[in-house]
């Protein structure tokens, strides 16, 4: 057993979840779940406001379709849909072992704290569930006596935090950080109290018998419906190290909800990663391990600083760069890096990484600290020697700089590896072929079938489903595409985004979401709409939130707080993750501003090689690759707008080329069949409407 294995008795644990509801025959599961969804069903129990939707009802007799017969399904569910009810309902009802993942641990506590109780307890059901998170979301007991310890801790306020944490220690059951209040998701402290697949300790652990991980995967493995996410349902697939490798056989019904974002999250862990920061993570653990149990049987600093010096040199090899640039790597070295040097500085750190091993393989019985760190350096080793040997054939690589240093080398898609590690097609296995998986999102392409997410994710062969999104978006909602107005390269177009968003919220009273494709967008819109609204009295000017300066959390819970309390309303300018997952539903956002198409950066390695793929094989990386992603991340932003059926609001794309160009008229398509405002007068007197 290697010291991250699970204990014997967890699998003794699976057997006891006997209160199972008994499996439904075959053609029984659909008469159910349609009486469930009957306008008079006991949904109309369990939920607020329920009302039979046909879209809703169709959704969940597929799902009871595919865990009759099993296979695969792959669900495009508009927003309005009640997709969740739509797959929970046959899910609870069929008897079976089900596992939930989902893309963000929002909607994953959102489902174990919210849909799946309400719903358990309407339908009757004798269900146990779970949670259950990557180790970075548990408290480590046994990190946080080391952190009592560290005289290295940042800042007083660290101090502070690290006292709420230990106090707050004392009485969690779950161990699970999002518990604890006013606990930034950016805070240094949180690795300090967190542990990783290479630190833990595994059952040499002082702090094993209580630990939060242990507990949570026990509880998976005791319940009849478990709730995970993506990143730990690849990250097992990647190293089994989470507990699935136990936990999937024994599942027979499988969703993922969130879908869209099953092919970036499952590239990220199928690959191979080695940073500068790891190297020096691993030294200072080295050296407090070191220090504390062997003090004097090893030249600890002497290691140390090997692996330091080696580390700080990989990062000095690149040179000055752009923070955030991602630099190609084609040949033996990132482009602009000399090969020589580059070659050198992996060399360096593997020797120091091999050092190390050996140093601590001197003293490995004295601690399992030392085992562990053994075992991380030679990873190290090994890591700095792959990447010093030619990148594996379709697979990408590139440098991510920063601060730090990050090297990535990985696949292009996750279809080979669904098809064969998922789905296990072609295998022969009886039980793998009666299995039901579920693919579901509101967005999942722009075409009929959904080839923008089939595709890449191995799942050409599934059944697919487009159920339409229930609300009147001719009604509720009006597009504004600006004609006059800055070309997207020019250098004027974020000041003119910036005062088209402002003079919106200042109709509004603030109820304003900028997106942008762009960090440096981002911090131009925002500082120009706070100097638009500085003439302004106090008591009239909008709140300005720009992504960054506070916390995702509380920037959403302030942006729907909204008006009150003597101010006025917010403006919160973003990007990247609040294009999706953003939920301000009712009066609290009626303006959703776009300051450009969401095109891939065409300068990404990544994307470079997908669409160098597609040029090989004779298809157009634009219309094929570049415009779908464009279309499935407009539709992404735009549904930001309208979340219920008594919601109105204004979108404005500011990108003329959708007006322009030919392709605008398909991503035109993509959008909800909103009314069109075909100048500043309409744009106006819509939004004045608004506030009536």
Known sequence: MSIVDWPEDFEADAASAESRPARREAGHLGAEVGAAFAQDGVLSQAAEQFREREGQTQMALAVARAIDHGGVLVVEAGTGVGKTFSYLVP??????????????????????????????????????????????????????????????????????????????SKATRTGDLAELPGLDERSPLIPLVTSTRENCLGVQ???????????????????????????????????????????????????????????????????????????????????AAGLQHARGLVDWQQLVAATERAARELRLAVGKQWPGAKLRWAGPAPEGVPADAWQEALDALKHACAEAASGLDTVSELSPDFVRLHERAEQLAERAARFARPCAPESVRWVDVGTQLRLVESPL??????????????????????????????TLGDDPKLRWFTEPCGLEDAEVLRVNSPFDYARQAALYVPRDFPKPNDPAHSVRVARLAAQGAAIL??????????????????????????????ARRSEVLVQGELPKRVLMERFREGAGHGRAGCVLVASASFWEGFDAPGDALQLVVIDKLPFPPPNDPLVEARSQRLESQGRSAFGEYSLPEAAVALKQGAGRLIRRETDRGVLAICDTRLATMGYGRRLLAALPPMRRLEDEGAFEAALIELTR
């Open 91 to 168: 899910a609870l009802l069929s008897g079976e072992r089900v596992l939930l993942s989902t893309a963000t641990k929002a909607l994953q506590d959102q489902l174990f704290g919210r849909d799946l109780p309400r719903l358990v307890e309407a339908l009757g059901l004798p269900l146990r569930t779970a949670l259950l998170k990557g180790r970075a979301s548990y408290l480590c007991l046994h990190r946080l006596d080391q952190a009592r310890h560290d005289a290295s801790l940042p800042e007083r306020s660290s101090l502070r935090t690290l006292a709420k944490i230990e106090q707050w």
């Open 205 to 287: 652990c002082p702090q094993f018998k209580p630990c939060h991980v242990n507990q949570a995967r026990r509880e998976a493995m005791a319940a009849d419906i478990v709730v995970i996410n993506h990143h730990l349902f690849f990250a097992d697939l990647a190293v089994r190290e989470s507990g699935m490798a136990e936990l999937l056989p024994s599942v027979r019904v499988v969703v993922f909800d969130e879908a869209h974002q099953l092919n970036e999250t499952g590239v990220q862990f199928l690959g191979v990663q080695l940073g500068s920061g790891q190297a020096l993570d691993f030294a200072r653990d080295m050296l």
């Open 413 to 442: 898609d996750i279809a080979e590896a669904v098809r064969t590690r998922v789905l296990k097609r072609g295998q022969g296995d009886a039980q793998e072929q009666g299995r039901a998986w579920v693919f579901t999102s509101a």
């Open 509 to 538: 009273g603030g109820r304003t979401l900028v997106l942008t494709t762009t960090l440096r967008a981002l911090r131009t819109i925002g500082d120009a709409i706070r100097q638009h609204f500085e003439p302004m009295e106090a």
